[in-house]
């Protein structure tokens, strides 16, 4: 099996601690920007979903850079379980409340962007190298 052609003039390995260390970060910051005084009906419906789906499919994407476009399954789980932790981490926060549609725009943002990684994998190794 070949790799993926916009790998093969970058080490695949720094890639993928890229887009782990994306992850973190952006978790991170999620869960400590998450829990100020600013955070409280920071968006109004229905910029509240729209703001969800771009940091979560942003999430997604880095997710899964850092565990390979060969384990859509991993990213997927992953960016569903940080939503679940952000819902009910923000159960405990004064002001905040748990939503289960935030957390199922969420898990639709992962969906859509493992989805789109995956056509695009396949995209590029059903192309034929030229030499």
Do not use: C
């Not at 070949?2 to 003039?9: T, V, Y």
């Not at 991170?28 to 005084?37: E, F, K, Q, R, V």
């Amino acid at each position: 099996m070949r790799p993926l052609p916009l790998l093969q003039w970058v080490d695949a390995r720094a890639v993928r601690l890229a887009g782990l260390g994306s992850a973190v970060v952006l978790t991170a910051n999620l869960l400590y920007l998450g829990s100020g005084p600013g955070a409280v009906n920071l968006f109004t419906p229905p910029w509240d979903k729209v703001a969800h789906f771009t940091v979560f499919a942003t999430l997604a994407g880095f997710v899964a850079i850092g565990v390979g476009l060969r384990r859509p399954w991993i990213a997927l789980g992953t960016v569903m379980l940080i939503g679940l932790v952000d819902e009910l981490h923000q159960r405990m926060l004064p002001g905040r409340s748990a939503d289960p549609n935030d957390w199922l725009v969420d898990a639709a943002a992962a969906l859509v962007v493992v989805a789109a990684t995956q056509a695009l994998r396949r995209s590029l190794e059903s192309k034929p190298t030229s030499r």
